[in-house]
Structures are given as structure tokens and as C-alpha cells.
Nanobody
């Protein structure tokens, strides 16, 4: 059974930093892409950042230059380094892992609150 274990959320002041991590386990298939989505209160879930097998990355415009996504293939773990956090970054952040054959799984989410 596939498990995604997220960690790293919490409360941080504007301008601060947090690092999220998501470790995937339990699948015999290879991982194609790993990403972080976020859902702010009253808004739809949106892609924040994604990293594919080759290492290429993509970011939503609002986080470019502030967030960095990376992955450790040996550990099947994806990280999201978030710097210069703003109140509008407040959201539940979800990890998503895409495996071969169209299989994908979501984490349960971790809350990031940016507030003074």
C-alpha cells in the first residue's frame, strides 16, 4: 500500500522560511513526478511546484524565485523549500506523486500558516 508521509508545516512569520518534505513508500513502480499543491481557505487547490524524473521543475508564478522543489530519488522524497513567505502562502500543502501507468497518490496535507 502506497504511503505518503508529509512533514514540515507550521506557523511562520512573514518573510520567514519553512521546508516541507514528503516521503513515498509502498509502490513497486517508478516515480515519474512529485509535486506540491496547495489549497488556501475558500479557494481551489492549485499546483505550487512539480519536479519530474529528469529533474526539470515547474513553479506557479506566485512562488517563482521564493520556493525551490527538489527530490532525493534514493529516498523517494520530495522537498519544498519556501523562503520569503507571505500571508497569501497560507494554505494546506499537499504532496502528490505520479507513478508509471497513470497511478497517482495524494498526501493528507500539512498546514502552513504565515502570520505575524
Amino acid at each position: 500500500q502506497v504511503q505518503l508521509v508529509e512533514s514540515g508545516g507550521g506557523l511562520v512569520q512573514p518573510g520567514g522560511s519553512l521546508t516541507l518534505s514528503c516521503a513515498a513508500s509502498g509502490s513497486i513502480f517508478s516515480i515519474n513526478a512529485m509535486g506540491w499543491y496547495r489549497q488556501a481557505p475558500g479557494k481551489e487547490r492549485e499546483l505550487a511546484a512539480v519536479i519530474i524524473r529528469s529533474g526539470s521543475t515547474m513553479y506557479t508564478d506566485s512562488v517563482k524565485g521564493r520556493f525551490t522543489i527538489s527530490r532525493d530519488n534514493a529516498k523517494n522524497t520530495v522537498y519544498l523549500q519556501m523562503n520569503s513567505l507571505k500571508p497569501e502562502d497560507t494554505a494546506v500543502y499537499y504532496c502528490k506523486v505520479d507513478y508509471d501507468y497513470g497511478l497517482n497518490y495524494w498526501g493528507k496535507g500539512t498546514l502552513v500558516t504565515v502570520s505575524s
